[in-house]
């Protein structure tokens, strides 16, 4: 098989991955205990890498999580005692709120119909909501909230917590530290890793909220500053993690910002003409870059298009949720060529 | 490198996990979807595998989870409403127990000293717990309950729950699911696989109980029986565990049962007569055969010896906790062959 995943993760590896994982193989690293020194080594060098790579600052810690499922339930377990506010404009925005309510928190929402993005600088936040959870780039809807906005909203809310979901974004967006004070992402979108790793970024500040067992901020505190986990983890995802940054930061990270803009500005180009398919989101202010969700213009099935691509050795992913039959989406993450977007879009 | 692991977990990788780790990548199952047909054929597989292996049978459903310390939290969360029973004799029983403390429970235990096990025939579990925790193989100690009396443990207390920790001795004990509501056991011990997988196994009749999110008993049976999960998870981790199982239904698991104990016998015999080490658990009965736990008999520092083995590529475990400095730990798993125990045990 040599197939091109589009799919929005899991999604293409990475290109150097495969050889990572050799290298792993041949080190034993599939062995090593967690509790040992080598351990220890791949855990910092993978932190400095990625505090590197996305200019994460000492203020903030990282811990290792198992998806980012788990990271939304952590978040609202330890930072939230009462209250959560969740801006909710798609599957994945939805299911955190849902989480909170689910854990007994109080929980506030404002919604927009999917596909749509928000106006930051004129939503108000209720007074009593400790936190606002917001997901930067809906990977279901294809909606993306610029950077600057939720840095702003920070600037009019500094004293509740801001959280954001940058799960399949990274590392696309320009996150300013000292301005969002806890975020998340998993590896197997836009780092092109195997699934079974998220990292969540933690403020120093939030810390000294903590409720749970192993996976407390106290807890994941105590054993990220002798870089080590609570659990037995990922070590393989860890120790990949840290590889593909160090690729990125070679290639650095402008020329990959570059790169997802040019090969986003061809798909969308492209769509705009395109008979059959046209984007989903309207607002060009909110069309995501990474992942981009295409909406068949007769509403008609598409599955026999995804079953063409994929004869072809393209595979594009299905619309989420109710919108699987009438909508494609196909992830631009660094793993996707120039060459191999054109490939795709010549075919459709 | 070429070394042999005899660490307790992560451990030794199973001889046919570097191949399958190969084909995996050459299927491109690192990128396929985890909502996909291939991966719901994939999870079928590993779960038929190992309900063929374990006899587990359809009364019990299985979730996998990132680790078994996310297990024991599970477990708590859904199965508990108010009080847990504790059997405390090591680090790992105890663990369990403070989960169920931290997460607001009312949590009993009966304690023995670290190195004994318990007459479990003779033991009274007070009648306001719903369920009895107990940690049938304990990594850190070395300690082994016979499965017979776990399960005459059940006859004696048929209404209440009772859940087995088997993360260490796994493949080892044959577990009448009949007399056993709940088990658990992490990938990277007696399967010899990349760490960052864990397995739950839950009768139906359990599932009843559920709280939380995304791993509520409720979600994860939905998804459970599409043959998914409700989160991305290590797909790798399930495929490899799959393909694990299928290569020991060929040997068989009576043979591997039997090489397990054949060479157990020769590592305690051997330490019977050694001068420098004796096994920390005195009564044979409860000696483990997955996990053997040394003591300096002159209470010296085992750093050197530990150091003087790593120099023959043999990488053994230090002891844990407190008894890090004078004791040496030795997993037994079936990745472990004959030759290569004997090749230890010459240079002790």
Redesign the interface.
């Known amino acids: 098989?040599k197939?091109i995943?589009f799919?929005p993760?899991?999604?293409?590896?990475y290109p150097t991955?495969?050889d990572h994982?050799?290298v792993a193989?041949?080190?034993?690293i599939?062995?090593?205990?967690?509790r040992s020194q080598r351990f220890e080594q791949i855990f910092e060098d993978t932190v400095d890498n990625l505090r590197q790579l996305m200019n994460i600052p000492p203020s903030h810690e990282i811990f290792f999580?198992?998806?980012?499922?788990?990271a939304?339930?952590r978040i609202l377990q330890n930072a939230v005692e009462k209250s959560s506010f969740h801006l909710v404009n798609g599957p994945f925005s939805d299911?955190w709120y849902?989480?909170s309510l689910?854990?007994g928190k109080e929980a506030k929402k404002i919604e927009v119909p999917f596909g749509e993005g928000f106006d930051l600088d004129k939503i108000n936040i209720s007074d009593k909501c400790e936190i606002i959870c917001l997901t930067q780039n809906e990977t279901g809807t294809g909606v993306m909230l610029p950077v600057d906005d939720i840095h702003r909203l920070k600037l009019r809310y500094p004293n509740k917590l801001l959280a954001v979901d940058i799960v399949s974004s990274v590392p696309y967006p320009a996150i300013d530290f000292s301005l969002v004070d806890i975020a998340f992402f998993?590896a197997?979108k836009g780092f092109g890793l195997?699934?079974?790793?998220s990292v969540l970024i933690v403020a120093d500040k939030v810390l000294k909220k903590s409720s749970?067992?192993?996976?407390?901020f106290t807890v994941l505190s105590k054993f990220f500053r002798n870089n080590q986990t609570?659990?037995?983890?990922?070590?393989?995802?860890i120790y990949l993690l840290g590889k593909v940054c160090q690729d990125m930061l070679k290639i650095g990270r402008k020329r990959i910002v570059d790169d997802i803009d040019k090969k986003a500005a061809m798909i969308y180009e492209f769509f705009e003409k395109n008979k059959r398919f046209t984007p989903f989101v309207k607002d060009k202010k909110f069309r995501s870059k990474t992942t981009v969700v295409l909406q068949s213009t007769k509403n008609e099935n598409i599955s026999q298009i995804v079953e063409f691509l994929g004869k072809k050795g393209m595979?594009v992913?299905k619309g989420y949720g109710k919108f699987k039959e009438n909508q494609i989406r196909i992830a631009n993450f660094p793993a996707h060529s120039v060459f191999s977007v054109r490939k795709l879009l010549v075919s459709l």
Chains 1, 2 share one sequence.
């Not at 193989?25 to 034993?28: D, I, N, P, R, V």
């Not at 609570?230 to 995802?237: D, W």
């Open positions: 098989m197939n995943y799919t993760g899991p999604s293409q590896l991955v495969p994982i050799k193989l041949k080190q034993e599939l062995s090593i205990s967690h999580l198992s998806s980012s499922l788990e939304m339930e299911k849902r989480f689910d854990m998993s197997q195997p699934a079974g790793l749970g067992t192993y996976h407390s609570p659990e037995t983890p990922n070590v393989l995802g595979i992913g």
